[in-house]
């Protein structure tokens, strides 16, 4: 019988020729099993077929497509079955991918680039650090030369919601405003998670929000498309066929607004929103705090100790959340020039942070090959020795003893393999997360832009404070 740790080897080289000759199965993983290292995997029933010949630099003809929504709309998966790349769908401690990450894909003779974009309601960002982000993306495109210009929006909306909500709305709202009336004939309105079960009810939604105004009414009436998108990499590429169809450059209005007129963000159509909003936050925990400041005097006279302690507690919370909010306000008060610089202090952080994190997984990989490469040599040795001391005691008398010493050699063989096994996999896991990183970071539209348009583009000064770092890593 072959030893386990030889196939776990062998099917490490299997993989890793696999990775090295282009070879992409059309499945992801979803389990390790460990000891065994079976693989459970759930195989896609329709592929795509992938145009290796896209070029990684962008072009002024490239069709570049934004795809936003709420989270959990099914943005990655969307842009995975047009692309047949792996999307991460949320973003890791160190992957850094709430920034817009580009993937591409080669259609009707068209270079397409579509931008992964974070929601407004992300559970790990404020909508402020959104807002912000998107306004830097957006303009700084804007900015370069010669400019990147979108195409076409790709709005995705999860038809399985009951209900436009708080969080929905204001994503919407919040949309409508980025893109400007003039851009709307250019948005796709499309509706994602549709399941036989719910085919009547989410049938009535569709009807509700493009007959409401303040949902998609408005929208339609200015030349937004509606489509329906089954979750099928043929409904997908429908989408972007429309857009490549529609041969349009357009401009949105935060771009315009931040651009041509110079405007702070706060002084944007989407800015005033968000503003807006937090000025409203602002004022609720000031209420908060008077009210909770009178029953604290309350405490005080009566001598209620432990509810004094309770009410201090809340007071300095809500005095905190106040503080937050004006500082909010003040960070959108930045210009385009202000914004470029927060970023690039921003990706150099950003990078010493990766750096930092790529050499602490150096150490333990290197620990865990010296570890692997010691035990590998102790179970060739004790594999021969175990072999011909079973052989003297089988042809012995074989008593109990003799039998115990063998069972417990052959034990300690098998936990020798196990260990073998587990670092093998643990090595593996390091070495797909460094892929990973990598691979993510290449994908950052901002790293993208780096290389379009030359120094003197708007990501320009991003990109040499990088490769500043990256040369002295």
């Not at 979108?150 to 009951?162: E, N």
């Not at 569709?206 to 509606?226: A, C, D, F, K, N």
């Not at 096994?421 to 090595?427: R, Y």
């Not at 290449?442 to 040499?464: D, H, L, S, T």
Request: proline share 3%; glycine share 6%; charged share 30%.
């Amino acid at each position: 019988m072959v030893p386990d740790q030889f196939l776990v080897f062998a099917c490490r080289g299997a993989i890793q020729d696999t990775v090295d000759e282009g070879i992409k199965p059309f499945s992801y993983t979803t389990r390790w099993s460990i000891p065994t290292m079976k693989e459970k995997t759930t195989e896609y029933t329709d592929r795509v077929p992938v145009d290796k010949d896209v070029p990684e630099d962008f072009s002024p003809t490239d069709i570049f497509i934004p795809v936003m929504g709420v989270t959990g709309a099914g943005k990655s998966t969307f842009i995975s079955l047009c692309t047949d790349e792996d999307v991460p769908i949320g973003h890791s401690l160190h992957s850094s991918t709430t920034s817009p990450s580009v993937y591409s894909l080669r259609r009707k003779g068209q270079v397409v680039r579509l931008i992964d974009t974070p929601g407004f309601d992300d559970s790990k960002r404020s909508d402020i650090d959104v807002l912000t982000d998107l306004a830097f993306h957006l303009a700084s495109a804007y900015q370069t030369n010669p400019k990147i210009l979108l195409s076409g929006i790709i709005y995705l909306h999860p038809i399985d919601q009951p209900r436009l909500a708080g969080t929905a709305r204001k994503n919407l709202a919040m949309f409508k405003l980025l893109c400007g009336d003039k851009s709307l004939q250019s948005v796709v309105l499309a509706t994602t998670m549709w399941r036989d079960e719910i085919q009547a009810d989410a049938t009535q939604r569709v009807t509700q929000l493009e007959s409401t105004p303040e949902y998609w009414g408005r929208m339609i009436e200015h030349g937004s498309s509606v489509f329906r998108h089954d979750n099928t990499p043929g409904s997908a590429l429908r989408i972007i066929d429309h857009i490549i169809a529609r041969r349009e450059r357009i401009v949105l209005s935060i771009q315009k607004q931040m651009v041509d007129e110079h405007r702070t963000i706060d002084q944007t159509s989407a800015g005033q929103l968000e503003r807006h909003e937090i000025i409203k936050e602002k004022e609720r925990a000031a209420r908060r705090l008077e009210e909770n400041r009178e029953e604290l005097e309350a405490s005080l006279r009566a001598k209620e100790q432990q509810n004094v302690h309770q009410l201090s507690e809340e007071q300095q919370k809500y005095e905190r959340e106040i503080q937050q909010k004006d500082h909010d306000i003040e960070a959108l008060r930045m210009s385009v020039a202000e914004l470029q610089k927060q970023k690039e202090a921003q990706m150099v952080r950003e990078e010493e942070e990766l750096q930092a994190f790529y050499a602490q997984q150096d150490a333990k990989y290197a620990e865990m090959s010296r570890e692997l490469a010691a035990l590998l040599q102790q179970d060739t040795q004790t594999s021969s020795d175990n072999s011909s001391q079973k052989e003297g005691a089988a042809a012995a008398a074989g008593s109990q003893e003799e039998k115990a010493i063998v069972e417990r050699m052959m034990n300690k063989m098998n936990d020798t393999g196990l260990r073998i096994q587990m670092l093998s996999e643990q090595m593996d896991a390091i070495e797909n997360e460094r892929r990973m990183l990598k691979a993510q970071e290449k994908k950052k539209f901002a790293k993208r832009g780096m290389q379009y348009g030359g120094a003197g583009a708007a990501f320009g000064g991003i990109a040499a404070g990088a490769a500043m770092l990256c040369s002295v890593m």
